[in-house]
């Protein structure tokens, strides 16, 4: 059964900072890999689908990477400002789709 | 772009009630929808994956009889937690996508529907 991680569960920074956010699995065996972010008691907004034969996808300031064989992802976010205050989860697409616990990010101004 | 739409988007109701949760694709057909269960500050838990036409598949520990799932059209999947009882009480996601269980096609999210049991 795939397991996802994400490390770390909080992160809190300074307005301005670059920062990472980290994915891995158990089972390179997947589809695709996807990073959401949550808001408190809201649902889930995609912001990067990366498919297994990819390397990177970008969007504005963010921008994914995946290392299928090591079983990696990364979520690079730029610059960052108090509205990316939320919870990132990933997830990975097999023949299901499981997610990590999420990161907990906190932004100050 | 893709939309997925979940009704109600919350729910308050006494022990013992039966609640139907319905999940519709509104622009493709969905082969393929998945449920999750999200307890507070946690993440997302799949509960069971359904295709249009067949059984759910249930993950190891939920309960078939409890949670109903029916996925009778390729719009249309419904959850239905019967006789639901506070420790139900949770948040409630759906996502559907086309390409059946083996593919990369991405899954679209419902908004959620969150379960209140008193």
């Known amino acids: 059964k795939q397991e996802v991680t994400q490390i770390p569960a909080a992160l809190s920074v300074p307005e301005g900072e670059n920062l990472v956010l980290n994915c891995s699995f158990t089972?390179?065996?997947?589809?695709?890999l996807q990073w959401f972010r949550q808001d408190p008691g809201k649902g889930l907004t995609s912001l990067l689908l990366?498919?297994?034969?990819?390397r990177e996808q970008t969007s504005g300031r963010l921008n994914a990477s995946l290392d299928k064989s090591s079983g990696r992802s990364t979520l690079y976010i730029a610059a960052s400002q108090p509205g990316d205050s939320a919870t990132y989860l990933c997830?990975?697409?097999?023949?299901?789709?499981?997610f990590g616990a999420g990161t907990r990010l906190t932004v100050k101004p | 772009g893709a939309v997925v739409s979940q009704h109600p988007s919350r729910v308050i109701c006494k022990s013992g009630t039966s609640v139907k949760i319905e999940c519709r694709s509104l622009?493709?057909?969905?082969?393929?929808m998945f449920w999750y269960r999200q307890f507070p500050k946690q993440s997302l838990m799949l509960m069971a994956t359904?295709?249009?036409?067949?059984?759910?598949?249930?993950e190891q520990g939920v309960e078939k009889d409890k949670f109903l799932i029916n996925h009778a059209s390729l719009t249309l999947s419904t959850l239905t937690v019967t006789s639901a009882h506070p420790e139900d009480s949770s948040f409630y996601i759906c996502s559907a996508g086309t390409g059946g269980y083996k593919t990369n096609q991405p899954q679209h999210f419902g908004d959620g529907t969150r379960l209140s049991i008193l």
């Open positions: 622009d493709f057909q969905a082969t393929t």
């Open positions: 990366i498919q297994s034969s990819q």
């Open positions: 359904s295709n249009e036409g067949s059984k759910a598949t249930y």
């Open positions: 089972d390179s065996a997947i589809y695709n």
């Open positions: 997830a990975v697409r097999a023949n299901d789709m499981r």
